[in-house]
């Protein structure tokens, strides 16, 4: 093995990567070409058994933790910390093939094109896939990389229940994935994960890299509301506790507010769920969730006010009772600017395009950035679609980015 290496001629395996990524999405394949791979379902666990087994074909030393995160490192020529890459492979419902399984996957690639090369890192190396990072089956988002880094509580997390009544505890038992790794406590030399942008930027601008200046603030709440159900035909409107009619009101002010406010500001009714949901019944209980986001922390906290605000007095107005559920809440994360200048200048060294982005979705890596140094490379998504089985990247943008990913791990590692 060689223990000298520089970095510039070598290049991942396109066709090697977009098999895996192939492979892996017809994993809960679903119609139209997406993927249905909930955190912790049987899908998730035949995804996970795949990927492992590529870890340990590539030679990598494979370990799963108590929140059935898994890590698959490689040792340097000398001692030190971990260059960590990774991301998730669990997906919404209606995901794409993309999101979080190209960083995992182009991971892998580096390792693979590292072991064709005979190199050897002088620093250690891994790659992670990190549980339920999406949030859509269990709350909150991030859950295994919170963990891992020591922001979520395990116990806390493995109690919480998902939107079928499931423990997270419980299901992770049943796929096998319930591992013995301590959490908490690993402190990588730095971590850094290539993700699709899911976003419209890149490819508007005509830039094939991001290179990633942070991520920001996430602020998800449940909310339920209870009013009583009643003929529609035969109740006044004035004697009406509506629980469907404040939903929807709440609905409005969510896209009221986040016009208002403007830049970085969006928001989302994600979930509605009414009760009896009868065509001829006022509906007397309402399920739903507010997705809030903002690059800045206090205007963050603005926006949350003023949907409390609204909700509690439009309620009130109806008669309908209000109570709610924290769901998911992080602050805006920022990158380190070396490891941002770094993705950037190693895009400009191969030749990419490239430009500085926040990111608009939560990722792994924001809760590695209060412990390591982290950043983020973005690649295009084609017509900024993501979480929707239209999800699309062209194959140069995924060589660029992994190619991008390979040479900043490297130098990271020597
Ligand atoms: C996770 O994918 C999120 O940003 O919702
Ligand atoms: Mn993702
Ligand atoms: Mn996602």
Known sequence: MKTQVNGEKLEINIDRLMGRLQTLAGIGGIAGGGVCRLALSNEDRLGRDRVSGWMRELGLQVSIDRIGNVLGLRSGTGAGQVVLTGSHIDTVATGGRYDGTLGVLAGLEVIATLNDAGIRTRKPLGVGF???????????????????????????????????????????????YAGSA??????????????????????????????????????????????????????????????????????????????????????????????????????????????????????????????????????????????SRRLARFEPVAFDPQVISLVESTARRLGYPVRRLPSGAGHDAQMFAPNCPTGMIFVPSQGGISHNIAEFTRVEDIKAGADVLLQTLVNRAQ
């Not at 089956?137 to 295994?144: H, K, Q, T, V």
């Not at 919170?146 to 109690?159: S, Y």
């Open 130 to 176: 990190f549980t339920n990072e999406e949030g859509a089956r269990f709350a909150p988002d991030m859950m295994g990389s919170g963990v891992h880094q020591g922001a979520l509580d395990l116990e806390t997390m493995l109690e919480v229940e998902g939107i079928d009544g499931r423990k997270v505890g419980d299901t992770l038992r049943e796929i096998g």
């Open 182 to 323: 301590p959490v908490g406590t690993f402190r990588a030399d730095s971590y850094i994960e290539l993700h699709v942008e899911q976003g419209p930027v890149l490819e508007q601008a005509g830039v094939i890299i991001g290179a990633v200046e942070g991520v920001q603030g996430i602020s998800w709440t449940e909310y339920r509301l209870s009013g009583t159900s009643n003929h529609a035909g035969t109740t006044p409107m004035a004697l009406r506790q509506d629980a469907g009619y404040v939903a929807a009101a709440v609905g409005v002010e969510a896209r009221k507010l986040a016009l208002e406010m403007g830049g970085s500001q969006v928001a989302t009714v994600g979930v509605l769920e009414l009760k009896p949901n009868l065509v001829n019944v006022v509906a007397n209980e309402a399920l739903l969730t507010v997705d809030l986001r903002n690059t800045d922390e206090e205007k963050l906290q603005a926006a949350e006010a003023r949907i409390k605000e609204a909700i509690d007095r439009i309620a009130a107005q109806e008669g309908v009772g209000v109570s």
